[in-house]
């Protein structure tokens, strides 16, 4: 029964690729077509397969319903959280995690450092925006007219020398941000304070949510902290990869039947 149910959802990354015929799925599965007729059929009944008048199959329209409620449900924070709590146990400084939400970057979870010194920023307070990595690694994923639209928008406060000044920098510091795929803010909201980012993503390659690891530099100068990149990007690669339900691609097409 158990080896039915998954050539029947290998079916689904096949058909996801564009509408196969009865032969080109019982190719892939490695099974006689017979078998294929019986497992097409099963999903045809429960809509997530459909038979064009080709006589070639499709994904059903269920399938995509079912998809969106799937997303719709998803609590990003209660899946990233046991994450960020392990990163946090692993470095010993604060994890926070943030979404954008209605033209402003909000923490939505914090982990605290382990250290006597802590961080001023609250879960639902807003970040600023013009220099906290989180905040970069959510906005440079907008589409660019998005991005101009916004960076004419914004105010550019100083918080410390090195805080962006305005427009035109903060979309080349987004543009970096987009072609490296992490952020850092180091003494740019607060001369004390660094911190390094990285970006995670939902099913379709988008930025749902960023999370960053922060620390004083009093306790890791900006160079030690830099070295934790590496594990904060395993940790959000982790992250999105629950987050969006991916599975291995050696578990996509189960092995072809014996002769």
Partial sequence: MSQTVDRALSILPLLAQGPADLGQV????GVHKSTALRLLRTLHEHGLVYRQQDQRYRLGARLF???QEAVENLDVREIAHPHLVHLNEQCG??????VYEESEVLYIDKVESRYPVRM???????VAITVAAVAKLLLADLPE???????EKLDYPMYTS??????????????VVREQGWATDLGGHEESINCIGAPI??????????????APNVVVTAEELLTLLPLLR????????EYSGAVPDSQAVPPKEAP
């Fill in 26 to 29: 019982a190719d892939r599965l």
């Fill in 65 to 67: 319903a079912l998809a």
């Fill in 93 to 98: 400084h604060t994890v926070h995690l943030a």
């Fill in 120 to 126: 001023y920023s609250r879960i639902g307070k807003p």
């Fill in 145 to 151: 007219a998005e991005r101009r639209v916004l960076a």
């Fill in 162 to 175: 090195r805080s962006i000044p305005n427009g035109a920098a903060f979309l080349k510091e987004l543009a």
């Fill in 201 to 214: 993503r939902g099913a379709d390659g988008r930025v749902v949510a960023a999370m960053s690891v922060s």
């Fill in 234 to 241: 395993r940790t959000a690669d982790a992250i999105s990869r």
